[in-house]
């Protein structure tokens, strides 16, 4: 529901309130020094970069949703669980223990699987480092899809036009235990992390841990004569602490939902295009993907009666 993530952010920003998102890597030192060593120009102009993530579905074992809107049966509610509002905006459904309390993120109906899980927390690094926002071009493929629900792994690939910034840049996603090649300069007696960011510049390859790793330069023999660069961004105490600060009247927070919002809506690119099994050509500036008109159903979802938002 992209429209659902620039309306909250225009609110957020219409109503003055302090806003984090909860992507905690955005505060840590590792994820600065990412963005600085690469503005310092420490691998040269980048153009590509892969990220990867380790996580698979969150029960494997499910091959559909448990229950359907409007359907028989389920199980009983625990007590203590308000189920209808559990269910938010969505239809509503019998309950099945399958849901809670974690794998409702495999179900469209509730989440946007891995893609919509860690794109937030291990595209940062990237998107604030480069700019990387309305890419022209989001092509994703998964397996073990079933019905209403997401892939157990998956590949995706975005493409970001050149802007007053930077060159155009090609990110490619991986999860599932899907990783990119690894490049050169790597041991290769070692293998990629389970998780992680490679920038690929025209003059040297950076790798960062996901969610706000320290960066290193590839091959890491190149870290013997490697002049740090003066840092730039201010550093924070921790996640919590700089969005409190922004309660009590500091500056915003680092994640505030006008920068979640654009991380939160390249998820849903993504997801998008695992769900309508299409490249999506996407115009940002109409919220629309070109020549998808079934698409529009899910950039802006309906709401069950008591749940519209108000904007």
């Known amino acids: 529901n992209i429209w659902e993530a620039r309306t909250i952010a225009a609110l957020a920003k219409k109503s003055g309130l302090a806003t984090q998102m909860g992507n905690q890597g955005h505060s840590t030192d590792g994820m600065r020094e990412t963005c600085e060593w690469i503005w310092a120009g420490a691998i040269g102009t980048v153009k590509e970069v892969f990220a990867w993530s380790g996580g698979n579905r969150w029960n494997p074992t499910l091959t559909g949703q448990p229950t359907t809107p409007g359907g028989e049966g389920g199980a009983p509610v625990p007590e203590g669980l308000n189920w209808d509002m559990w269910q938010g905006p969505r239809e509503t459904r019998p309950f099945d223990p399958a849901y809670v309390p974690v794998a409702w993120r495999d179900f469209w109906d509730f989440g946007n699987s891995n893609i919509g899980d860690f794109a937030c927390h291990d595209l940062d690094a990237a998107c604030w480092a480069l700019d990387l926002v309305d890419p022209s ?131 849903l690119l993504g997801a998008l295009s695992l769900r309508m099994g299409k490249a999506i050509r996407w115009n940002a500036a109409d919220m629309k993907a070109i020549d998808l008109p079934d698409a529009d159903a899910i950039i802006k979802e309906n709401y069950r009666e008591g749940w519209e938002i108000q904007a």
């Open 137 to 267: 071009l989001v092509s994703f493929s998964g397996a073990g899809m079933g019905p209403g629900m997401g892939p157990d792994g998956c590949i995706g690939y975005y493409h970001f036009p050149a802007n007053d910034k930077r060159p155009e840049v090609k990110v490619t996603w991986y999860d599932g235990g899907l990783k990119p090649p690894k490049p050169d300069g790597w041991p290769t007696d070692q293998p990629l992390p389970g998780r992680g960011v490679l920038f690929i510049g025209d003059a040297g390859v950076l790798f960062c841990g996901g969610a706000g790793g320290a960066p290193k330069l590839i091959p890491e023999s190149r870290m013997a004569d490697f002049k740090k660069p003066e840092p730039t961004l201010k550093r924070v105490a921790s996640h919590h602490r700089n969005w409190l600060d922004a309660c009590k009247g500091g500056e915003a927070a680092g994640s505030e939902f006008g920068y979640g919002a654009k991380l939160t809506e390249l998820a």
